[in-house]
């Protein structure tokens, strides 16, 4: 195989949610990879922090300071990466996340389950998650006629999992959105794909994973039980899928398409 498949050398990439556990693991791997990555995020000394590591493993990275849910921020964050780059030719949408407000606690009714929390969580998951970065990001690529936008979705947008219904649900319309965007812009050379990552531990799903002692919680020991590879997701395991995804040369005929990155936990039914 060729190697150069995989070669993101004179790409821009732009991951937006780069601050995070899975966003920064992604942007780490497209450096690796010889794209020159803008890591945007709400927070400065968690960006400074990633680009330091991504330089010190070799590669290119600045931080832009953006918030996903302000249109006017991501249009003045775009404008600032356009300063150091010719083009952005890469679109990581990681920016996301759950709230314990609309999350349901065992025996909770979803009757009761705050509007106020749920429109929040679908706000933050859609609209900043996907719609407005791809609206204005992807603007740029539809005037270069190039570009790949890699959404990251959830497995659980596939199989809606109890407790987290306003998260599944987001992620779900996430999906949906993808395929849209696929459709509308594939004859205008911008491509749009989706990441499902199953179960990978963060700050926000670590206290509903395992016990303060370390152990499995009771939902996390269901999740291993239920997951033939027997264990949780590692960060740095969806650098392949998005490497893939994102290099013209290796996916240029993929479009559309949810690529789940899950231990084969959605593969199993019993």
Request: glycine share 12%.
């Amino acid at each position: 195989m060729n190697c150069d498949l995989f070669d993101l050398n004179g790409q821009t990439a732009v991951v937006l949610g780069g601050t995070g556990a899975l966003g920064g693991a992604m942007a780490g791997a497209l450096a690796l990879a010889g794209a020159t990555v803008a890591v945007l995020g709400r927070s400065e000394e968690r960006g400074n922090a990633r680009v330091k590591t991504i330089e010190a493993a070799g590669g290119k990275a600045f931080f832009v300071a953006a918030d996903a849910m302000s249109a006017d921020s991501l249009r003045d964050a775009r404008a600032k990466v356009l300063l150091s780059a010719a083009s952005i030719d890469i679109l990581i949408n990681a920016a996301g996340g759950n709230s314990p407000q609309a999350t349901l606690a065992p025996g909770d009714e979803f009757g009761n389950l705050p509007v106020e929390a749920w429109q929040n969580v679908f706000d933050l998951n859609l609209v900043g998650g996907a719609l407005l970065p791809s609206q204005i990001f992807g603007e740029t690529m539809l005037e270069q006629k190039s570009g790949s936008i890699i959404n990251i979705a959830s497995m659980s947008g596939m199989i809606p999992l109890s407790r987290v219904v306003a998260y599944s649900a987001a992620k779900a319309a996430v999906l949906n959105l993808t395929q849209f965007l696929a459709r509308e812009w594939a004859q205008r050379g911008v491509r749009v794909n989706a990441i499902s990552p199953g179960f990978f531990p963060a700050e926000q799903n670590k206290k509903l994973l395992y016990n303060e002692d370390g152990s499995y919680s009771e939902r996390g020991g269901q999740i291993i039980n239920h997951t033939p590879a027997s264990r949780f997701g590692e960060a740095d395991e969806l650098g392949g899928a998005v490497i893939w995804l994102a290099s013209q040369k290796a996916s240029s005929f993929v479009t559309g398409q949810n690529i789940v990155v899950d231990g084969g936990f959605s593969a199993t039914t019993i």
